[in-house]
C-alpha cells in the first residue's frame, strides 16, 4: 500500500521537533504494516480511523483513511486529543 497525505498534514510535520517526528514515523510504519490498527470512528467521521501512539507521556492521535480502490493509506492529521476531532470534522 502507498502512503498519501494531505498538504495539512506535510505542512504540521515541519513544526516536529526530530524526536517528536521520530515517533510519528513510528505510528505511520504500524499503521502502513496494519492498516487495521487504527479505531473506526462513526458518524460524522465515518471512514475515518485514529490510532492511539505515545511521545514522551503524552498519548498522540494518528487520523487516516484506507482506500482499498487506490490500493492506499491517506494521513489525514495527527495531534493531541485537545480539539482534534473537532478540527477533522473542519477538513
Known sequence: M?????????REIKRLYPLEKAALDEAVRS???NPE????KKGDLAGVR???YRF???QL???YRVAPEEDAIKL???GTHENFYRD???E
Request: no cysteine; net charge positive.
Open 50 to 52: 485514529v490510532h492511539k
Open 61 to 63: 492521535l494518528l487520523a
Open 31 to 33: 499503521v502502513a504494516e
Open 2 to 10: 502507498k502512503l498519501l497525505a494531505t498538504p495539512r498534514f506535510l
Open 56 to 58: 514522551n507521556a503524552q
Open 37 to 40: 490498527v487504527g479505531e473506526m
Open 88 to 90: 477533522l470534522k473542519r
Open 76 to 78: 489525514l492529521s495527527f
